[in-house]
């Protein structure tokens, strides 16, 4: 496999591959056309940073608006042997769409039609470049669902979403973006297109390159086209929220709700930090003996929804619950969630640098798990707040930090190392739904065993020979 970082040289502050070369710039605007390619470092500068925020700006920037036009620039590249790196909407929180390696990112903004919607076989058929709101948005005018939600729908594509194979607060019910991707158009390394998949929820005629593409993080093939599961719209939501007194309460009353036949659709944990985060930068007026909060939203028929979350309400009363609130129209769930969604902005306060780490352990590991994680923040002496998807045990660990100050910083990766090894030997792992890319590629070991981690490099070398797509990322 080429290492790119043995043929690096420096040109412009920027490192430099063959894609720089001017009859290679214009072998790639010969494909997408002179205004689909951008050099111009003011202009491809945007295009070196995700949700990471570290900047590794491209040489080029390149938009195809079709499969032939990818054909064209993956066979470029290939020829040329310089690093491909798909981008979507840029919102990664693991650096995987920054070319950390050089060459070109390829940017599938243009490539933003919704193909075909059908209700009746419930499917929606995409390009990679349609955000995860935009789909959802159309299916719902039809009265159908596209269930997976991350947190960043309205920014990141469904592309993105299908590479890091993204999660959201719906998983207990509806599972991961991978749980909903029916087949797939990709665009291989040497420019051949390959079909994964079909229309149909039932499929075994071979492996499954599907469920392999999902969190396969641009590595192995561009998705050109992405075939996606739809499920009727459910009629009504409704939302519990309710302190408790200990995080291993908030999360036992999670097992209670299963003799009763309830599968709730998200069950959310907010741990002490966050609530006393939230309290002092937007005054909710929660409760200051609340050691946890918890929001458990259920959906479906409109009967079946008010007696869902009224019998919820019940569990969670009779297990230690208080400050107990359950909405009855939108607006009060809204309202309600609030807390929610000033979790984030409320941490930044405490500092520049939020590293934001989403693993994840069986469920009932999460009290162990968020307890054990407060002792690693005080032993380094690091701010720590928990909070995140207790129903499924992936749980966003926020260790904030000055950005300035370098043995701050240095504590704090200590405590995400740590933290990785206590995830796993919880029974878990150290990614949830974020993936690897560059960011967390040193920690793999930790997770993956030699053995398996073998072979998920000879699957790279099949798709990939030369090396060339998003290199830098998951092995190092
Ligand atoms: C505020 C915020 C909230 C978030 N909430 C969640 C959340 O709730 N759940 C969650 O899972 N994540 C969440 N994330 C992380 C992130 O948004 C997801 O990983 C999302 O799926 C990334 O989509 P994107 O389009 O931005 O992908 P990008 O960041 O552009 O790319 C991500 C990876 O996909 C690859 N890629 C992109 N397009 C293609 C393609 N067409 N073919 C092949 N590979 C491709 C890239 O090379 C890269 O490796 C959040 C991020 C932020 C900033």
């Known amino acids: 496999m080429t290492s790119f970082s043995s043929i690096h040289f420096e040109s412009s502050g920027r490192k430099s591959t063959a894609a720089s070369r001017p009859e290679v710039i214009e072998k790639l605007q010969a494909a997408v056309g002179f205004d689909n390619v951008l050099v111009e470092p003011d202009k491809v500068e945007p295009y070196g940073a995700d949700a990471v925020k570290e900047k590794f700006p491209p040489e080029a920037v390149v938009f195809p608006s079709n499969t032939a036009e990818m054909v064209t620039v993956l066979k470029i590249a290939n020829e040329h042997v310089f690093p491909v790196t798909a981008r979507g909407g840029g919102v990664g929180y ?23 919607i059908n209700a009746d076989d419930l499917y929606a058929i995409c390009e990679p470049g349609v955000t995860t709101y935009a789909l959802q948005q159309a299916a719902a005018e039809i009265g159908l669902l596209f269930a997976p939600d991350p947190a960043s729908y309205k920014d990141s594509f469904i592309g993105g979403n299908i590479a890091e194979n993204a999660g959201g607060m719906r998983t207990p019910k509806y599972g991961v973006t991978k749980h909903h991707v029916l087949g797939l158009e990709v665009v291989t390394a040497t420019g051949d297109v390959i079909r994964t998949g079909g229309k149909t929820v039932k499929n075994v005629v071979g492996f499954d390159l599907t469920g392999l593409m999902c969190g396969s993080e641009g590595m192995l093939g561009i998705i050109t086209e992405a075939t996606l599961k739809l499920m009727p719209m459910p009629e009504a939501t409704s939302t519990v ?55 458990v939203a259920v959906d479906g028929s409109s009967e079946q929804v008010a007696s869902d979350a009224k019998m919820i309400e019940q569990l969670i009363a009779d297990n230690g619950g208080f400050e107990i609130l359950r909405s009855r129209s939108k607006e009060e769930e809204d309202k ?81 190392s740590e933290t990785f090894r206590l995830a796993v030997q919880l029974g878990g792992t150290i990614s949830g739904e974020h993936g690897i890319g560059y960011v967390k590629a040193p920690y793999m070991s930790y997770a993956i065993d030699a053995p398996t981690l073998e072979i998920m490099k000879g699957i790279k070398q099949v798709f990939d020979p030369k090396g060339i797509l998003n290199p830098g990322k998951m092995f190092v």
Request: proline letters at 4%; a negative charge; charged letters at 25%.
């Open 241 to 295: 929220r309710a302190s408790f007194r200990s995080m291993k309460a908030a999360c036992e009353v999670l097992t209670k709700f299963t003799p009763h036949g309830l599968l709730p659709m998200a069950m959310e944990v907010i741990d002490k930090f966050c609530v006393a985060a939230v309290e002092e930068n937007f005054a909710f007026g929660l409760s200051k003996d609340a050691e946890a909060l918890l929001l």
């Open 336 to 416: 309600l969630w609030d807390v929610r969604r000033a979790i984030s902005p409320s941490l930044m306060k405490y500092g520049t640098l939020k590293i934001n780490e989403d693993v994840v352990v069986p469920r009932s590991k999460v009290p162990e798990l968020v307890a054990e994680i407060e002792e690693i923040g005080r032993r380094h002496d690091t701010f720590v707040a928990n909070f995140g998807h207790a129903g499924d045990g992936n749980i966003h660990v926020n260790f904030v930090v000055d950005r300035d100050d370098a043995d701050a910083v240095a504590r704090a990766r200590r405590c995400v």
């Open 94 to 116: 693991t650096g995987g769409a920054v070319p950390v390696d050089g060459g070109i990112v390829i940017g599938t903004d243009r490539m933003n039609r919704i193909i075909e």
